[in-house]
T-cell receptor, first 114, second 111 residues
Framework: ETGVTQSPTHLIKTRGQQVTLRCSSQ?????VSWYQQALGQGPQFIFQ???????GRGNFPPRFSGLQFPNYSSELNVNALELDDSALYLC?????????????FGPGTRLTVT | KQEVTQIPAALSVPEGENLVLNCSFT??????LQWFRQDPGKGLTSLLL?????REQTSGRLNASLDKSSGRSTLYIAASQPGDSATYLC??????????FGTGTRLQVFP
C-alpha cells in the first residue's frame, strides 16, 4: 500500500448536488494530483496542488475545484453534478512537482450520480 | 496533441506464457513513463517507472523498456500467473503537473 488514503470509498449523489472528496497524502509528500477515471477509460488529470497552490489544471470546467491544506491533505469539490461525473476519482501524492517526483495513488472514491 | 495508446485492449493467455504489452505516445519529449496495475474497481499500483534518460527497468518478472525516438514502451511479463490478471496502464509525464494515461490493456491469465 502507498499510504495515500481517500474518503469516502463510495458515494451516490443526485444530479445537481454538490460533493466533496478527500485525500490524505503519504507522509512527507507536499503535492497532490487528482484524476477522474470513467469506466473503461484511463485516468484523466483534473488538477494538481503544490504547497497549497494550484499548480496545473486539465480540461475540466470550473465547477471542479480543489483545496490543499497546511498538512498537505486535499479536497476535490464538484458542484452541480452531472450524470457524466460518475467515475472513480483518484488522488496521487508526490514529494515535489518535478519530473523526478513519482506519484503514489490512493484507492479512489467511486462516485455515482443518478 | 499528446496521446498515449495501448495495444492490445484485452489479452487472455494460459498460465506460464511470457507476454508483451505495448504502449505508444505521440510526443517524444517525455520526462518519464510509468506502468501501473489496476485491479477491478481499485486504485493504481505503480509497477515500474522509467526516466527519459533510461532504456529499461526491471522488477522481478516484469521488464519495461523505453524507446523515446520511436515513441514506444513495452512491458514484458515473464511466466505469467493467474494473479497477474488485471488492467495494465501506461502513463507518460510530459509536463511537471500531469500524467497522461492510455486506456489500458485488460489481461486475463487462466490456469
Amino acid at each position: 500500500e502507498t499510504g495515500v488514503t481517500q474518503s469516502p470509498t463510495h458515494l451516490i449523489k443526485t444530479r445537481g448536488q454538490q460533493v466533496t472528496l478527500r485525500c490524505s497524502s503519504q507522509s512527507g509528500h507536499n503535492t497532490v494530483s487528482w484524476y477522474q477515471q470513467a469506466l473503461g477509460q484511463g485516468p484523466q488529470f483534473i488538477f494538481q496542488y503544490y504547497r497549497e497552490e494550484e499548480n496545473g489544471r486539465g480540461n475540466f470546467p470550473p465547477r471542479f475545484s480543489g483545496l490543499q491544506f497546511p498538512n498537505y491533505s486535499s479536497e476535490l469539490n464538484v458542484n452541480a453534478l452531472e450524470l457524466d461525473d460518475s467515475a472513480l476519482y483518484l488522488c496521487a501524492s508526490s514529494l515535489g512537482a518535478g519530473p523526478l517526483a513519482e506519484q503514489y495513488f490512493g484507492p479512489g472514491t467511486r462516485l455515482t450520480v443518478t | 496533441k499528446q496521446e498515449v495508446t495501448q495495444i492490445p485492449a484485452a489479452l487472455s493467455v494460459p498460465e506460464g506464457e511470457n507476454l508483451v504489452l505495448n504502449c505508444s505516445f505521440t510526443d517524444s519529449a517525455i520526462y518519464n513513463l510509468q506502468w501501473f496495475r489496476q485491479d477491478p474497481g481499485k486504485g493504481l499500483t505503480s509497477l515500474l517507472l522509467i526516466q527519459s534518460s533510461q532504456r529499461e527497468q526491471t522488477s522481478g518478472r516484469l521488464n519495461a523498456s523505453l524507446d523515446k525516438s520511436s515513441g514506444r514502451s513495452t512491458l514484458y511479463i515473464a511466466a505469467s500467473q493467474p494473479g497477474d490478471s488485471a488492467t495494465y496502464l501506461c502513463a507518460v509525464l510530459y509536463n511537471t503537473d500531469k500524467l497522461i494515461f492510455g486506456t489500458g490493456t485488460r489481461l486475463q491469465v487462466f490456469p
